[in-house]
């Protein structure tokens, strides 16, 4: 049973910078593909980013690609998501996830979740 534990959240202004970090425990780490997921008002829960088992391969969503970025760090069983040129659409509540095997965007395929981060970037 794998423990997800997200932090860095917070609010800012349009075009500001955050960074995420999830902190994964009760596995082995480098047997799960990591990802972020939001979920705003109102909204269905969407994919943002993936990274590989290994750390080679990733993948983001059309909406934060060239501004986000993901990347893991296997000592610290830490999985980190840089957000960069933050726009107010990005408001949501940020979920860091965990599977084995390979990167799927539908989050219904995820099989462990942290509690959430609330990111909120106004105008």
């Known amino acids: 049973q794998v423990q997800l534990v997200e932090s860095g959240g917070g609010l800012l202004q349009a075009g500001g910078s955050l960074r995420l970090s999830c902190a994964a425990s009760g596995g082995t780490f480098s047997s799960y593909a990591m990802g972020w997921f939001r979920q705003a008002p109102g909204k269905e829960r969407e994919f943002v980013a993936a990274i590989s088992r290994s750390g080679l391969i990733t993948n983001y969503a059309d909406s934060v690609k060239g501004r986000f970025t993901i990347s893991r760090d296997s000592a610290k069983n830490t999985v980190h998501l840089q957000m960069n040129s933050l726009k107010p659409e990005d408001t949501a509540v940020y979920y860091c996830?965990?599977?084995?095997?390979?990167?799927?965007?539908?989050?219904?395929?995820?099989?462990?979740w942290g509690q959430g981060t609330q990111v909120t970037v106004s105008s």
């Open positions: 996830a965990a599977k084995g095997a390979f990167i799927i965007i539908d989050p219904r395929a995820w099989a462990y």
